[in-house]
């Protein structure tokens, strides 16, 4: 169970972040109801939410997910690889800092949170665009110390490996094609996501409920009949600059 969630809000900059999505301009003032939307889920799930407020620095400053990689004995802080969010990072220490021990991602290597799917004790880390080599076995390391075993998963299709496959329970994963048929998932009970619905795969398994994105109605209902608790949240602003339900938080 997660007790902690620490989000921030999207500032008036947000549509100037990076973005690969060719879905148009993120209109703020709905980004912001999402958002909030988002909060409200969490804490109606027993949350604490922390609402750090938006860094006119960081235009990407909400996808707070990228900057930690949080375990119930440390807290790992990043080193994005995205060169233009380095220092996204500090804001989130100083909330950790007063929960766990920190550990830290050091230069020059590279970590985005995003690339890490935790499945119980076992940590995948995908090797991605914004997470390289020397970044993954730092990661290992790290984890090894406080006794977590750990693996790398090669990204290419998408941005982070969880943009691609996400952790809903039990043995269960929710995942694009690509990587279904990979040998790390093969043991697990994977539902597969249309193609045209590949943004579904990231969704938020979190206190009993999974947090589905809204419109993508097969991903719902395949859930739903796998005995989920099913949450709908509205994330098209978020989507048009490649974050998802996952990135807009950091659990513990
Ligand atoms: C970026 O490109 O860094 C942001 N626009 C989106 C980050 C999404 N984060 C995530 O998947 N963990």
Redesign the pocket.
């Known amino acids: 169970m997660f007790r902690h969630a620490i989000v921030r809000k999207p500032g008036p900059n947000f549509c100037d972040?990076?973005?690969?999505a060719d879905l148009g301009r993120p209109d703020y003032e709905r980004a912001l109801a999402q958002h909030e939307q988002y909060c409200r889920v969490l804490g109606e799930q027993g949350i604490n939410v922390t609402i750090l407020e938006a860094d006119d620095r960081y235009?990407?400053g909400c996808?707070v997910?990228?900057m930690a990689v949080v375990t119930p004995r440390c807290a790992v802080i990043t080193r994005?690889g995205?060169l233009v969010?380095q220092g996204e990072e500090a804001a989130i220490e100083q909330v950790l800092a007063a929960y766990l021990p920190i550990e830290r991602i050091e230069p020059p290597a590279v970590v985005?949170?995003?690339?890490i799917l935790q499945i119980a004790d076992h940590f995948y880390i995908g090797l991605s665009r914004?997470t390289d080599p020397v970044g993954a076995s730092q990661l290992a390391a790290i984890l090894k110390k406080h006794g977590y075993e750990s693996s790398t998963v090669p990204v290419d299709s998408v941005?982070?490996l969880?943009?691609g496959v996400t952790w809903v329970g039990g043995r269960q994963l929710a995942c694009i094609e690509g990587f279904a048929a990979r040998s790390e998932f093969v043991g697990f009970d994977r539902l597969v996501v249309p193609p045209q619905d590949d943004y579904s795969a990231?969704c938020l398994h979190v206190n009993g409920v999974t947090l589905v994105p809204a419109g993508f109605d097969a991903t719902r209902d395949a859930l739903a009949k796998l005995g989920h608790r099913v949450v709908e949240v509205e994330m098209s602003e978020?989507r048009k600059?490649?974050?998802?339900l996952?990135?807009l938080s950091i659990l513990f």
Do not use: V
């Open positions: 972040g990076i973005t690969t235009p990407d996808f997910e990228d994005s995205a969010r985005d949170g995003g690339d914004r941005l982070h969880q943009t990231n978020f600059m490649d974050g998802g996952t990135c």
